[in-house]
């Protein structure tokens, strides 16, 4: 399927009341891949900015909700006054000490993900979810952790991850380089 189909099946796909009904045949919560070339990032943005304007909740049933990750990062440490010591942190201590005192900061590990309990907390009813700004926050924060901890807890909304990369049904690779990990929940968003 050529690129511009892919993009042009996004609305038809999510407005779909089956997809909306967000069910599988055994009941499961159902999560989606978007995946694209990393050269089409600005596409897909734009695209995204299109389906958003375009979306009428009260028409429509639905309202497109955007959790751009590196926003919620930036977000998140701004409010807890740590941005400007991740900067001095990667100068004096590298690169390596700043990702695991983010990943701390932020508790990507725990059952008290900070970046997955600001998705619960702010996702409204009759939503679909879109997660981007994969690429722009890797490696601090990795897809399949989201996913996973988020799958265990926001069962009411339909979840889209727009990833720049590869994902083969199975397994992400950001960029269609890295490995960034398994996850065998997602469907595809356009077949």
């Known amino acids: 399927m050529e690129f511009q189909d892919k993009l042009d099946g996004i609305w038809k796909r999510i407005s779909d009341e089956e997809f909306l009904a967000n069910r599988g045949t055994g009941g499961e919560v ?45 977000d998140i440490l701004n409010e807890k006054g740590y941005l400007e010591k991740c900067i001095k942190f990667e100068k004096t201590k590298g690169r390596d000490y700043l990702y ?47 996913l996973n901890n988020l799958h265990q807890i926001l069962d009411s909304s339909p979840v889209v991850m727009f990833y720049p990369g590869r994902w083969s049904g199975e397994s992400l690779s950001l960029f269609g380089t890295i490995n960034d990990g398994n996850y065998y929940r997602a469907f595809p968003l356009i077949v």
């Open 100 to 146: 695991t005192a983010v990943a701390k900061l932020l508790r990507l590990t725990s059952d008290n993900n900070l970046i997955v309990n600001r998705i619960v907390q702010q996702t409204p009813e009759h939503a679909v979810v879109f997660l981007t700004g994969v690429g722009k926050v890797f490696p601090f924060v990795r897809s399949h952790n989201v």
């Open 30 to 74: 159902r999560y989606y891949v978007f995946d694209y070339n990393a050269s089409m990032e600005l596409i897909v943005r734009d695209k995204i900015r299109q389906l958003r304007k375009q979306n009428n909740p009260e028409a429509d049933g639905f309202e497109i909700v955007e959790y751009d990750l590196y926003q919620m990062v930036l």
